[in-house]
C-alpha cells in the first residue's frame, strides 16, 4: 500500500472474490470498519456507482488498493458467503478479463458460459495530468480535497478565507482551513534594508513586487523566480524605494 499498489490477485481459494478499495486493513474479518479501512465502499462500476478514482496528490501516498481472490477457473469448492471488506463473491467457473489503458484499469468477471457476474474500474489520477471540467483544477486535487474529479467550483471561497478554490490550488493551501492562507508575513525595515517574509507552499515558485501608486495598478518586479523554502520564504532588500508598495505572486512550478 505504502508504494501505491492499485491491484492485488489471489488465488488459492476456489472461488472469486473481490473487495472494496481499501487501506489499512490487515485484520481478521471481524475487524473490517468501512468507515475507517474503506476508501471507497460502492461497486467500482461506471455504471453504478462510478470507478474508484486513485490520487496520491499531497503527502498522502496511500490510496486504497483492491484485492481479488481468482480461483475458479479451474475448480470451484470454497464455501458460500461473503467476507465483510468484500463487495461480492462467486463459487462458479470463471476467469477475469483485465483491460489497461493509460490511467485506466476495466477488469470484468466472466463465468463458464461467458456472462459478466462482476466489473470494477480504477482510474489512477496525477498531478496535473487531467482537468475533466477545464476549470484551471486537476481533477487529482478535486478528487484529493472535493471527494470527486469535478467538485470543486473554482470561484467558490469554501472556508471563507477571502481566497476561491482556484487561488488556493494555485498558492498550495488547504481549501477547507480558514487558517491556511497564502500572506505576507512581515515586512520590516531596519538599517537599509527591507525584510520581507511570506508563507510558502512546495511546488511554488514566487515574485516581488513595487509600485509606487496602487491606483494605478502599475507593478514593477524587484525579484522573481524564487524557489519555495517551505514553510515561509524570506527576501532580504538592499535597495529601497521611497513610499513603495509591496505585494508577492505566486506561481506554480
Not at 496520491?56 to 501516498?61: P, Q
Not at 462467486?90 to 462482476?118: I, K
Not at 467558490?156 to 490550488?169: A, F, P, Q, R
Request: charged share 15%; aromatic share 10%.
Amino acid at each position: 500500500e505504502s508504494n501505491g499498489v492499485d491491484l492485488v490477485i489471489n488465488s488459492g481459494s476456489h472461488s472469486y472474490e473481490r473487495s472494496y478499495l481499501l487501506n489499512g486493513y490487515f485484520g481478521v474479518s471481524t475487524n473490517f470498519v468501512e468507515a475507517t479501512h474503506g476508501i471507497n465502499i460502492g461497486d467500482g462500476s461506471d455504471a453504478d456507482d462510478g470507478a474508484y478514482y486513485k490520487s496520491c496528490f499531497g503527502t498522502d501516498v496511500t490510496c486504497g488498493a483492491v484485492y481479488t481472490v481468482l480461483g475458479s477457473s479451474g475448480a470451484t469448492n470454497a464455501p458460500a458467503g461473503i467476507h465483510p471488506a468484500m463487495y461480492t463473491n462467486f463459487v462458479e467457473m470463471g476467469s477475469v478479463v483485465l483491460d489497461v489503458a493509460s490511467n485506466r484499469l476495466d477488469a470484468v468477471f466472466l463465468n463458464a458460459e461467458g456472462s459478466v457476474q462482476d466489473n470494477f474500474t480504477i482510474v489512477k489520477i496525477g498531478m496535473g495530468v487531467i482537468d475533466s471540467d477545464m476549470d484551471g483544477m486537476p481533477d487529482s486535487w478535486e478528487l484529493f480535497y472535493f471527494g470527486h474529479p469535478t467538485n470543486a467550483v473554482a470561484g467558490t471561497d469554501e472556508d471563507g478565507d477571502g481566497h476561491d478554490n482556484l487561488s488556493e490550488y494555485i498558492a498550495g493551501t488547504l481549501p477547507w482551513d480558514v487558517t491556511s492562507v497564502f500572506a505576507m508575513e512581515s515586512m520590516l525595515q531596519t538599517n537599509g534594508t527591507l525584510n520581507i517574509i511570506w508563507s510558502s507552499s512546495t511546488n511554488r515558485t514566487y515574485s516581488v513586487e513595487h509600485s509606487s501608486n496602487l491606483l494605478s495598478n502599475d507593478w514593477t518586479v524587484v525579484w522573481s523566480n524564487l524557489p519555495a523554502t517551505v514553510p515561509t520564504n524570506e527576501l532580504i532588500l538592499n535597495t529601497l524605494i521611497n513610499q513603495a508598495f509591496y505585494r508577492i505572486d505566486v506561481e506554480l512550478e
